[in-house]
């Protein structure tokens, strides 16, 4: 048993065991979008086609090779935009649709309304490798 930290209460940072362990990460970019990622990490992303412009099937395999970022504890390496030869490779767990986001409209004066819906394709992906 570990004795209470007199700051925090909880155990002390210098103390636990799970402290010196370093987790290897990217940042890369899909979708407009940048994702902080871990091998092991499932993330939802903007949708993903095929080679023939159909959605990608579930257990194909993902590379990405917009790596901005690339860090494993002792060392970073950025790149300016992009790292050379870095690409984190993942694994399509499925395609989907995510909730119904409800777009209302009303001008007061007229009482005149609008109702819009709107749901988002993903993918799912689960992060194999970054190399």
Known sequence: MHPACPRTGGVCILENPWYHLTIMFAV???????YKVAK????????????????????????????????????VEVGAPFIAGASVDGTMVKQGRGDKKIIFKFHSKTRH?????HRQDYSEVKITEIK
């Not at 309304?113 to 819906?117: V, Y």
């Open 113 to 117: 309304m609008r109702k819009k819906g």
């Open 28 to 34: 890369i970019e899909t979708g407009g979008k940048q």
């Open 40 to 75: 092991g990490d499932t993330i939802q992303i903007e949708r993903l086609d095929g080679a023939d412009g159909s959605p990608a099937q579930a257990g194909a395999q993902i590379s990405f090779g917009q790596v901005l970022l690339k860090a494993d504890g002792s060392s």
